[in-house]
């Protein structure tokens, strides 16, 4: 796993020119643009739309950024909280050392995206289709990823607490690296996951309770 990339790795970083300070718009094209030490309390920006672009140091509260679109788009300490981002789009995104909280994230798209030294704290997934995610050194708590489908998604060095995975499809998805693994509720969706001996032994009581088995000496 490669390491984050700064602001000047990035291929775009030359032609990157500063966001005009207004804020964001509904429908608005956000194309290679640095936005960086902002803040946008109740944003009302769906269906915006961010290619090439790089956003530090941003924090959105509250408001709404549903469909929004996200292509081959950096964050960097980045703080989304309580931020309606349903039904939005992610493609070659790369998004390192931030946080989201209670960020409604359900239907949303995401492919080919990682996210690096990132907290994710009550964020509701449910219903979203990640492919070839990654996160690398992430702490997820109360993450629902109910319904949603999984391909090709790791979680090297990531502590996972109270995950939910009801109703959820799972293809290649890699556990093993896991620092910590700990599932509230939809062990018997994780057909396709893919554990270590060790933490199948630590899952096997829950497993139980979940299949109703009982089990005695």
């Given at each position: 796993?490669?390491?984050?990339?700064?602001?000047?790795?990035?291929?775009?970083?030359?032609?990157?020119?500063?966001?005009?300070?207004?804020?964001?718009?509904?429908?608005g094209?956000?194309?290679?643009?640095?936005?960086?030490?902002?803040?946008?309390?109740?944003?009302?920006?769906?269906?915006?739309?961010?290619?090439?672009?790089?956003?530090?140091?941003?924090?959105?509260?509250?408001?709404?950024?549903?469909?929004?679109?996200?292509?081959?788009?950096?964050?960097?300490?980045?703080?989304?909280?309580?931020?309606?981002?349903?039904?939005?789009?992610?493609?070659?995104?790369?998004?390192?050392?931030?946080?989201?909280?209670?960020a409604?994230?359900?239907?949303?798209?995401?492919?080919?995206?990682?996210?690096?030294?990132?907290?994710?704290?009550?964020?509701?997934?449910?219903?979203?289709?990640?492919?070839?995610?990654?996160?690398?050194?992430?702490?997820?708590?109360?993450?629902?990823?109910?319904?949603?489908?999984?391909?090709?998604?790791?979680?090297?060095?990531?502590?996972?607490?109270?995950?939910?995975?009801?109703?959820?499809?799972?293809?290649?998805?890699?556990l093993?690296?896991?620092?910590?693994?700990?599932?509230?509720?939809?062990l018997?969706?994780?057909?396709?996951?893919?554990?270590?001996?060790?933490?199948?032994?630590?899952?096997?009581?829950?497993?139980?309770?979940?299949?109703?088995?009982?089990?005695?000496?």
């Amino acid at each position: 796993m490669r390491e984050p990339r700064a602001l000047a790795d990035l291929p775009y970083a030359a032609y990157l020119e500063d966001h005009d300070g207004r804020d964001l718009a509904a429908g608005g094209d956000y194309n290679v643009v640095h936005i960086a030490d902002r803040e946008f309390p109740n944003v009302l920006a769906g269906n915006a739309r961010f290619s090439e672009s790089a956003l530090s140091g941003v924090r959105f509260t509250d408001g709404s950024l549903r469909r929004a679109r996200f292509t081959d788009v950096w964050l960097h300490g980045a703080q989304v909280i309580g931020t309606d981002l349903a039904e939005s789009g992610w493609l070659d995104a790369e998004v390192v050392n931030s946080a989201f909280a209670g960020a409604a994230m359900f239907e949303a798209a995401l492919s080919r995206v990682t996210f690096s030294g990132c907290k994710l704290v009550s964020v509701n997934l449910r219903g979203a289709v990640l492919r070839d995610v990654a996160f690398v050194d992430c702490v997820l708590r109360d993450v629902d990823f109910s319904e949603a489908a999984l391909t090709t998604v790791t979680f090297p060095g990531s502590t996972l607490v109270d995950l939910r995975f009801e109703g959820a499809t799972l293809k290649k998805v890699d556990l093993r690296e896991a620092a910590e693994l700990g599932i509230r509720s939809g062990l018997t969706s994780l057909r396709g996951a893919t554990v270590t001996p060790t933490q199948a032994l630590d899952l096997a009581p829950a497993f139980a309770q979940a299949l109703g088995l009982t089990v005695k000496d």
